[in-house]
């Protein structure tokens, strides 16, 4: 059971879980450096209320290691291929080691050009892709990142899955606030998300998916058993969705949704496929007024009502868990203890 659905009996400061994931990632296998950029993502949702991509997801992780699929050891080969453009060959691994090993070239690229493009290939994401482009906001930049994943979703008007839940993450500076950052999967909703409401025996609501023959179901067990995911939106969520597999695959050199198959791998998780990051320096057209408009426009939307803005949950739990700890379960804690034996 995830904290998220139960009182939380336990919370670790956040350097605390860090170094346990980064333990447990090492346990299986990984590198120093593969680990610690792992553990950071993991822990970071975690603390950040995204459960779906939090500690929940370890278990996966460590069998896909465990199964040959991904290479846990592998090192990135990055290449400065134009005056704007970097790629990166992930070499069988994880996506954030790639990122890692190329971000001080594409932010030195997007200051220099004002904009820049990274292209990763032979890579694996499994993970939230917000903690990919947060970092980039933080630095006065702005970020867009998409990543496709394994095929799960039914195109609008298709009969069988071929897209993934492939999101799309974005992040901006915001004078005197936090970054405005979202992360949405195109998906109805995120694959994640499916697994832990079939985890706890709930019913997910009209709209989000078919069972194996290929109609309607709220039940999620049904979705995940030959079933399929929707697209939100119809045929604008598909569209959206058709974009991140051009992008985060034809363009990178990566795997479409439906290209790998890792009937060789059992207890393989991860999505053999590719990223795509665009960053822009603002301060080539704007100045400093970028952060001061992105100001403004928050200030607008309160004004007119809005309570939320995108990332602003996230924000809350993760003040909250500055102050008391990262919440987990007791359960979630033993289980990943028990990962480590």
Known sequence: MSASSASPAIRLPFDE????????????????????????????????????????????????????????????KV?????????????????QPALTAARPLLVSKARSAGIAVLAIHNSHHFAALWPDVEPFADEGLVALS??????????????????????????????????????MATSAMAHGD???????????????????????TTDPQAILDGGALLPFGGHKGSALSMMVELLAAALTGGNFSWEFDWA?????????TGQLIIVIDPSKAEGERFAQRSRAMVEQMHAVGLTRLPGERRYREREIASREGVALSAEELAGLNALLR
């Open 17 to 76: 879980l860090q170094q346990l994931l980064r333990a447990i990632f090492q346990h299986h296998g990984c590198s120093e450096k593969v680990a610690a950029a792992l553990a950071c993502n993991c822990a970071s949702a975690q603390r950040d209320g995204a459960h779906s991509h939090g500690v929940f997801r370890m278990p996966g992780y460590v069998s896909t290691l465990a199964s040959g699929w991904v290479n846990g050891q592998a090192e990135p």
């Open 194 to 216: 499916v697994q832990i409401a079939a985890r706890a025996g709930q019913a997910l609501p009209e709209g989000m998916g078919v069972d194996a023959d290929g109609q309607p």
């Open 79 to 95: 290449t400065d291929v134009a005056a704007g453009y970097v790629r990166v060959d992930a070499a069988g691994g994880f996506a």
């Open 264 to 272: 060789d791998h059992p207890g393989a998780k991860t999505p053999w």
């Open 146 to 183: 998409v990543v496709n994943s394994m095929t799960c979703v039914v195109p609008h008007g298709a009969h069988k899955p071929l897209f993934g839940t492939n999101p799309i993450a974005f992040a901006a500076p915001c004078a005197g606030h936090p970054p405005i950052v979202f992360d």
